[in-house]
Structures are given as C-alpha cells and as structure tokens.
C-alpha cells in the first residue's frame, strides 16, 4: 500500500531553517518524480521543489536559492531543507508522488504537515 508521511513541520522565526521530511511506504522514491507542494490559507496548493529520478531538481522562484529538495534512496525519503525562512513561506506542506506514466497511472499526497514562520 503506497503512503506518504511526512515530519519536520513546525514554528520557526523569520530567517530560521527547518528540514522536512516524507517518508514513502510501498514503493521506491529513486524510480519516480517527486515532489513538495505548499497550501497557504485561502490559497491553492502550490509546486515548491520537485526531484526526478535522475536527480534533476527544479524550484518555484519564491523558494530558489533558499530551499532544497533531496532524495535519500537507502531510507526510501524525500527531504525538503528550507532556510532563510519568511513569513510567507507559511502553509501546510505536502509530498507528492507523480504518476509514471506509462507503468504506474497513479499519483499520491500526504496528509501534509503545518510550517509557521512567525516571530
């Protein structure tokens, strides 16, 4: 059965870091696209950072330079390190699993984990 779980959310102050994690169950992160997305308040889910099978990585441009997406294939995780964290940077974020078209047509969320960046 494929889950996401992710960890590592939680308060930090403006310029803070914080690294999250998402652990994947029932299949290996090394052969898919993953990605992190963010949902803010009132807002809609948004694409962070995304990680290919050959580790080509891409980055929205308010997170560019200041996060980083990895992936950890012995441990089955895909990590998001954030620093220079701002306020806006506040949401719920979420991993992601995209479909692999066309062996495996599905794809998954997690249940997401919340980040505040607040003084």
């Known amino acids: 059965q494929v889950q996401l779980v992710e960890s590592g959310g939680g308060l930090v102050q403006p310029g803070g870091s914080l690294r999250l994690s998402c652990a994947a169950y029932?299949?290996?992160?090394?052969?898919?696209?993953m990605a992190w997305y963010r949902q803010a308040p009132g807002k809609q889910r948004d694409l962070v950072a995304r990680i290919t099978s050959g580790r080509t990585t891409n980055y929205a441009d308010s997170v560019k330079g200041r996060f980083t997406i990895s992936r950890d294939n012995a441990n089955n995780t895909v990590s998001l390190q954030m620093s220079s964290l701002k306020p806006e940077d506040t949401a719920v974020y979420y991993c992601?699993?995209?479909?692999?078209?066309?062996?495996?047509?599905?794809?998954?969320w997690g249940k997401g984990t919340l980040v505040t960046v607040s003084s």
């Open positions: 029932g299949f290996n992160v090394n052969i898919y696209t």
């Open positions: 992601y699993r995209e479909k692999l078209v066309p062996l495996d047509g599905m794809d998954y």
